[in-house]
């Protein structure tokens, strides 16, 4: 504001100037009315005076009066400043309020009174701001959504306030730090802010209480960027998240659970504060059940499966680390049980991983070894008992652990990337068997094998058929592919492609495990199959449950309304061979007739041609 009493001295000095001129010219005058010896004195005395002042005061009249000019303009400041200025006396109340504040307000639609401009607990600042004896101090707080900073400077008993606007620096804040915890493919928070929160949680020591950490993975995602790349893989993100977001939010107890984006391909989950201890699986098969529909992206539909891990606070740890690394281990051995299940952490697993690690190393040098073998399970008309075919299934003996079944290692190679080289020794080997047996003149028959999800979409599979086919010099036709009903469904228009370009090259596709997957058979019609192969596990109890029957009669006849050729797994009694051939059946494959066996063993069979079915 104006400092007065600095004009006034100007202003006096200046008086001054004028007295002292006014001296002068009246010694002059009177030098020249009655001249006498002392006024010429008394005159070069006020001239010398004059001289004097002249010097000395220009340069400080001009430094006072621009500080004048300076403090007039800052006088105005409060006035033109475009943002609100007041000033509270020392009861607290409004005594000026510039023109700003009513811009400000109206800037805001809030109603034109300064008082909207104060914060609301102002009192209680004010007493604290005298208390600290502090000269002055910044206040932030919000007017009606907007975010404002009050400079408040103590000036004698009274305060000053300057206001301002903050709002874009506060928008730009807070979208900082929502970066810094949350992922913006999902929006979900990260794992910095998973772990800032599991660690608040263990800090409270609670124990009566239980914390489930969980760790879920989509299942064969490496195998999703390979297909659709990463910007349709962000979408697919986006949509498992809103899938298990909304699952989340069914729940009755959908405030003790967060869900996190935890890296890459793995979501993590804390359930907090709760005393049943089942309750971690009922989630974790929710979770998992919701992804049961397939979700839609650029107008497909993908199948798409979670593997969740699950340690338990205070069971499995009582730290960050130990807690995630028991999620973690859990997460694999879901994983290795092949995807689309919960596992709980146990005390065990720490060795069995072990184990698994050793597995992998062994399984790396297999082919070279020469460990891998071909079993042969017949394929037999229901008809007349004819062999028809064989189904290829691996085995491996492994060093340590003799004959391996495919359950034992196939996931891991699949996992590890080896599925590529092994499907292709496997390819191989089975075509130059089918020659070998040629040029020794045993009767043609079809060869099946089986080719999992992830050599289907991720290798080009028709390509390697037909050179191996050309290397061979096999008929195509005598090369049967099958593969499971979920590897088909995973991205189907994908698999009517691939499976259009295997039909040109002429050799006959089967749908494996009919009826354990996501049957669609709307999709079922797009396929351009040869065989559906009914899964075992209807077959097995159809001579017990006459439900069992009425499905197996049913998927035969709408194979044969496909005009597809209909084979059932898994025969092992009489009673379920007589059924099957009762509805028309057209092939089946069981321990009946034969379990895989070796090539050589196989051979017995092939010499023979026939099995006898009554
Ligand atoms: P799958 O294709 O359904 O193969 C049939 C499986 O059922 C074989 O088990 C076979 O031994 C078994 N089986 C056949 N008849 C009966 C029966 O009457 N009773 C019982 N209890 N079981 C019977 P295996 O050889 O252990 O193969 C299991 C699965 O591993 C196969 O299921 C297939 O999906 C996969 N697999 C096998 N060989 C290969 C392979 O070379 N490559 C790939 N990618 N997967 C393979
Ligand atoms: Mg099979
Ligand atoms: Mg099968």
Redesign the pocket.
Known sequence: MTKKPDKKNFQLSRSLDWVLIFLSVTAIFLLFLSPSWYLPIILLVLAGLAILRFFTARETDRQQASQIQTADLLGRFPETNPNPVLYLSSEGQIAYANAGCKHFLKRFDLPSDPAKLLPPDLANRIRQLRQSGQACETWEYTIDNHFVACQANVQNDGLFLYITDISARKRMENELSWHAYHDVITGLPNRYRFQQDLEKILRRDQPCHYTAVFLMNIDRFRFFIGNLGYWLCDQLLHAVSVRLRETIETNPLSDQIILYRFEADTFALLLKNYQEPELPKKIAQQLIESLHQPVYMDHREFCVTISCGISVYPTDGTDFSTLLHAADLALQHAKKRGGGVWQLHTADMDERTRHRLKLEGYLRHAIEHNELE??Y?PQVSLKDGILTGA?????WRHPEHCLL???EF?PLAEETGL?AP??EW?LRHALIQHRAWQTRDFPPIRLA????AQ?FHQQDLPQLIRRLLQETQVAPHFLEL?L?ESAAMFDINHTVVVMQQLKELGVQLAL??FGTGFSSLAYLRRFPLDTL?I??SFV?PMDKEEDAAAIIKGIISLGHSLRLKVLA????TQAQLQRLRDFECDEG????FS??VPGNVFETYLACGKFEIG
Request: hydrophobic share 30%; net charge negative.
């Open positions: 071909l079993f399970q189904e290829i299934t691996l085995r079944k495919p359950q196939i599925i092994i499907s496997i094998v089986n080719i999992s050599q099958e499971t494996d495990d192969k899964d075992q097995r797994e898994g025969i092992e494959q069981g321990y009946l379990k895989p």
